[in-house]
């Protein structure tokens, strides 16, 4: 049996309906939890919370985009009022620009790049924070915080430079945050994952580079394992950041790369 470490908490995920939130939410909930799960794609969405419920899992969701403050409020809104509290959050929703080179690339792309990577981040951890103080101060309870980055959060990424700005961002709210709030009973940190094998990856970088064996071996000359990451192996990560257990951990970003960090 499965060790229920979250049981009795509520985790929120964005980007729910995706390929690291798909894998997520279905490990957190296998340990225990009540989800929250967000996501623009409102079929996907319920169609995922549709097998979740199957399975006997307890799951709230919402449909927008983390580009909007109001979204982000009612979804941490959400939390409290299906589930009564909120312990984890994982700010996971993003998204990328098509590759070019940085002087061309499309002005509407960068923004909303901007918008959803970072400004989806800082929106979620706005509302989301107050409640885990709540919790805290009413009930001593902690609550954990993790930002989804990138390894282009940490380091440069040629032909996709909004996106590691944004990500970089994210980086940088992250500690920000965690040094704000060490001793208010929440936890923030941020993994940073390199190219996994996600619809991000596969139907956008890859498949613009043509989408076979070849096009990934290009994609992941740069990692000393020479492959993606597979969902589960950065979903697995997100179980042991968010573990209650994992208590004196704040104000991280945790490369998951395949080695490429330590280059």
């Given at each position: 049996?499965?060790?229920?470490?979250f049981?009795?908490?509520?985790?929120?995920?964005?980007?729910g309906?995706?390929?690291f939130?798909?894998?997520?939410?279905?490990?957190?909930?296998?340990?225990?939890?009540?989800?929250?799960?967000?996501?623009?794609?409102?079929?996907?969405l319920?169609?995922?919370?549709?097998?979740?419920?199957?399975?006997?899992?307890?799951?709230?969701?919402?449909?927008?985009?983390?580009?909007?403050?109001?979204?982000?409020?009612q979804?941490?809104?959400?939390?409290?009022?299906?589930?009564?509290?909120?312990?984890?959050?994982?700010?996971?929703?993003?998204?990328?620009?098509d590759?070019?080179?940085?002087?061309?690339?499309d002005?509407?792309?960068?923004q909303?790049?901007?918008?959803?990577?970072?400004?989806?981040?800082?929106?979620?951890?706005?509302?989301?924070?107050?409640?885990?103080?709540?919790?805290?101060?009413?009930h001593?309870?902690?609550?954990?915080i993790?930002?989804?980055a990138?390894?282009a959060g940490?380091?440069?990424?040629?032909?996709?430079?909004?996106?590691?700005?944004?990500k970089?961002?994210v980086?940088?709210l992250?500690?920000?945050?965690?040094?704000?709030?060490?001793?208010?009973?929440i936890r923030?940190?941020?993994?940073c994952?390199?190219?996994?094998?996600?619809?991000?990856?596969e139907?956008?970088?890859?498949?613009?580079?043509?989408?076979?064996?070849?096009?990934?071996?290009?994609?992941?000359?740069?990692?000393?394992?020479?492959?993606?990451?597979?969902?589960?192996?950065?979903?697995?990560?997100?179980?042991?950041?968010?573990?209650?257990?994992?208590?004196?951990m704040?104000?991280?970003?945790?490369?998951?790369?395949?080695?490429?960090?330590?280059?």
């Open positions: 049996m499965v060790e229920q470490v049981a009795g908490q509520t985790v929120l995920i964005t980007g309906a995706g390929g939130g798909r894998s997520a939410s279905r490990l957190f909930a296998e340990r225990g939890a009540n989800l929250v799960l967000s996501d623009f794609n409102e079929a996907g319920q169609e995922h919370a549709n097998a979740l419920e199957a399975d006997g899992f307890s799951v709230a969701t919402i449909a927008g985009s983390v580009a909007d403050e109001d979204h982000c409020r979804t941490a809104e959400l939390a409290q009022q299906k589930f009564g509290r909120l312990d984890v959050a994982i700010n996971n929703a993003g998204m990328s620009h590759p070019a080179k940085t002087a061309d690339v002005s509407d792309q960068a909303m790049t901007i918008q959803v990577d970072l400004m989806g981040v800082f929106f979620g951890m706005k509302h989301q924070i107050p409640m885990m103080e709540a919790g805290f101060r009413e001593d309870r902690k609550g954990s993790l930002n989804i990138s390894l940490i380091g440069g990424a040629p032909t996709i430079s909004m996106y590691a700005a944004a970089h961002g980086v940088g992250t500690k920000s945050a965690a040094l704000e709030y060490a001793r208010r009973g923030i940190n941020a993994l994952p390199a190219f996994a094998r996600t619809p991000m990856v139907d956008g970088l890859l498949a613009g580079a043509g989408g076979d064996k070849q096009a990934e071996d290009y994609l992941t000359r740069g990692i000393p394992m020479r492959r993606l990451a597979e969902p589960e192996e950065i979903t697995r990560s997100m179980l042991w950041i968010c573990d209650p257990r994992n208590s004196f704040t104000g991280q970003a945790v490369a998951l790369d395949g080695g490429t960090s330590a280059m």
